[in-house]
C-alpha cells in the first residue's frame, strides 16, 4: 500500500444520510487510488450526526401543507458549521443548480475544501439555498431520488484533474472536453483482428503512426459531427 507522502491538494467532505452510498465508489479506480495516495481526501458524514431531534430527524413536514417531507436547516448549518474552515465552498447538490460541465470542474478543481450537501425528500429549506451555500450543481436534466449519486459525478470529474491523479496517457485526454474543442474520442480496436467476419481497419495494423494518427483525427470529427454536433459549436457563456 503506497504511503500519503504529502497533504491532501483537496479535500472533499460530503454531508449526507446515506453515507454508506460512498463507499464502494471511493475504494475502486481512480477515484481509489487518489484516496489511497492521499492527494485527495474524501469523507462521507452522516447528517444524522448534527440532528438536535432525539430520533435524529433531518427532515420534516412543509409549512403551507403538501405532500412529502423537506430537509430541516438546523443539522444542515450545523455541519456546515462544524466543517468550515473559511477556505471553503459549500455546494448544494440540486436540480435548480447550472448543469455540471467540464469547465466548472475545473474550477472546483483548484479550490482547497468543497462541502457538497447532499438532499433527500421533496428539497431542502430554502433558507439553505439563500444563506448556506455558495453555490448549487445540477447533473442533468433528469429527476434523481437525492443528491449522493450528483456528488459523485461532480468529486470524481474533479478529483481527476488534480496533478498526479491519473497517469500521463489519461492525462493528455483532459483537453478533449475543452469549452469549443470538446470532441468524442477516435475509434477503437483491440485483439482480435478479425471477430465474426469483422476486421479491424487496415490502418491501424500498417505501423505508419502518421497515417494512422491522421485516421484517427478525421474519425473523431467525424463521429462528433454526426454524434454530438453540439459540441462542435460555440461554448455557452457561462462555460467560459
Ligand atoms: C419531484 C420533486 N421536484 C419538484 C418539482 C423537486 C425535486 C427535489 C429533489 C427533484 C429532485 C430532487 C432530488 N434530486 C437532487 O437532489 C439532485 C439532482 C437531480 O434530481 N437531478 C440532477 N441533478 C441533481 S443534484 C441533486
Known sequence: ????????????????????????????????????SGRVAVRAHDLRAWSQDKHRKTDDYPFGGGAGMVMCPEPLFA???????GDS????????????TQSMAR?????????LLCGRYEGVDERVHEHLVDLEISIGDYILSGGELAA???????????PGVLGDAESLEQDSFAPGHGMLGWPQYTRPREYRGLAVPDVLLSGNHAQIAAWR????????????????????????
Open 152 to 162: 459523485m459525478v461532480v468529486a470524481e470529474a474533479t478529483m481527476r484533474l488534480l
Open 107 to 115: 474550477s472546483l478543481a483548484a479550490r482547497k475544501h468543497l462541502i
Open 1 to 36: 500500500m503506497p504511503v500519503q507522502t504529502s497533504c491532501p491538494s483537496l479535500v472533499i467532505d460530503v454531508v449526507t444520510i446515506f453515507p454508506e452510498m460512498f463507499t464502494a465508489w471511493r475504494g475502486a479506480g481512480v477515484v481509489g487510488k487518489a484516496v489511497e
Open 79 to 85: 455541519a456546515v458549521d462544524s466543517l468550515c474552515a
Open 217 to 240: 483525427r478525421e474519425q473523431a470529427r467525424e463521429l462528433t459531427g454526426r454524434l454530438r454536433p453540439d459540441l462542435l459549436r460555440e461554448p455557452a457563456a457561462h462555460e467560459e
Open 89 to 100: 465552498t459549500v455546494i448544494l447538490m440540486s436540480p435548480r443548480g447550472p448543469v455540471l
